[in-house]
């Protein structure tokens, strides 16, 4: 039946009254302190990719002082078992496993044997990353498919093997490590932008997908911080650092927990980038140029190294 006038004009204030509402929810949970408002995870179990070094260990860390039980995901199986005895210390529950999230089968594989060995996950971090740190026509094509494949697609299937047990108990977090590179576009870094614009892309998608459902117990988070300092952007470089500071990875695990505690959805650090991110949607593209080149992100990756990663 056609709604009439009256209901149109019903549902907008009931729209208004809802936006007011969640504004000012929005500005006090941004005031108040993880300490006050932060959920209580401890008992809850965390599974963390790339857990064998940078963010992912200092993480891992955390929710080990949380007591949380832990599942650790990566390639590199020296440095996962080190981030384990790392946590252990905290005396909880730690269980590595060794994993190339390249493969798909291999992710759905290890999933199931999780399921098995440790039970459900109610926190998941997607936290792994590759970078080629070239020019887009440098980029060789297997250090394209390899970025695409880490940073989102293996996002795909790990939030496929687990989000169906958060689903039966609407309980549950996802946590997508993006990057201030998944907002904004970089000279340099076109193929690891584009699978960072997908895993904030991602994430947005599958948080309206979920609260469509009426699945309100399950949060997501994205996280896109600027350069930090753990040896992935060796050799990148900030012009204003006072403005754009390489930022350190205690600082960045710290607030990555806090975000996950108060079901934050978006982490931007530092702050200012939630600044230029609202501005770039109004500014011709002419004037974003020229400020990108003033505050250096043109030239940014112009002495990068990293980890000198190989394709093969
Ligand atoms: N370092 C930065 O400046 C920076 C900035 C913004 C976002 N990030 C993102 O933060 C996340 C963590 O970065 P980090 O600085 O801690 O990097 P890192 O290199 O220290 O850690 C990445 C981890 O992922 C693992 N990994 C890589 N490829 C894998 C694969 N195929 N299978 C399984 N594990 C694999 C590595 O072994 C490593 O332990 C990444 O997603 C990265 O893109 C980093």
């Known amino acids: 039946m056609a709604h009439t006038v009256m209901e149109h004009v019903r549902d907008v204030l009931v729209m208004l009254a809802q936006v007011l509402y969640y504004w000012l ?10 300490s006050i408002q932060g959920k209580d995870i401890s008992g809850e179990t965390v599974l963390i990719t790339g857990a064998g070094s940078g963010i992912g260990r200092l993480m891992a860390e955390r929710f080990a002082k949380l007591k949380c039980r832990l599942v650790l995901w990566d390639v590199n199986d020296k440095g996962n078992e080190e981030t384990a005895s790392i946590c252990k210390g905290y005396g909880v529950s730690v269980d590595t496993y060794t994993i ?10 290890l999933a199931d044997k999780v399921k098995t060995d440790v039970g459900k996950i109610d926190i998941l971090v997607n936290n792994a990353g590759i970078v080629t740190g070239k020019k887009f026509l440098d980029c060789p094509d297997k250090m394209i498919d390899l970025t695409m494949q880490v940073n989102i697609m293996a996002h795909f299937w790990t939030v496929k093997a687990f989000l169906p047990d958060m689903m039966t108990r609407n309980h549950g977090h996802i946590v997508n490590i993006a990057s201030s ?3 904004i576009g970089v000279t340099g870094l076109a193929d690891y932008c584009a699978s960072k614009f997908a895993a904030v892309g991602f994430d947005e998608s599958l948080r309206f997908e979920l609260m469509a459902q009426g699945k309100t117990g399950i949060n997501t988070t994205v996280v896109c911080p600027f350069f930090i300092n ?3 952007f060796e050799g990148a470089k900030t012009r204003f ?3 754009l500071p390489i930022l350190e990875p205690a600082y960045v695990a710290d607030k990555i927990v806090e975000a996950v505690l108060c079901n934050q959805t978006l982490l931007a650090l ?15 593209h002419s004037v974003a140029q020229v400020l990108n080149d003033h505050l250096g992100v043109s030239h940014c990756m112009d002495n990068f190294k990293g980890r000198q990663l190989k394709a093969d």
Do not use: S
């Open 270 to 284: 530092p702050r200012i980038l939630y600044v230029f991110f609202a501005i770039k949607g109004f500014l011709p």
């Open 25 to 34: 929810v929005a500005i006090v949970r941004a005031i108040l302190p993880a």
């Open 241 to 243: 650092p006072f403005l």
């Open 230 to 232: 753990t040896g992935m």
């Open 181 to 183: 590179a998944g907002l």
């Open 100 to 109: 190339n999230l390249c493969d798909r089968e291999a992710i759905y594989k």
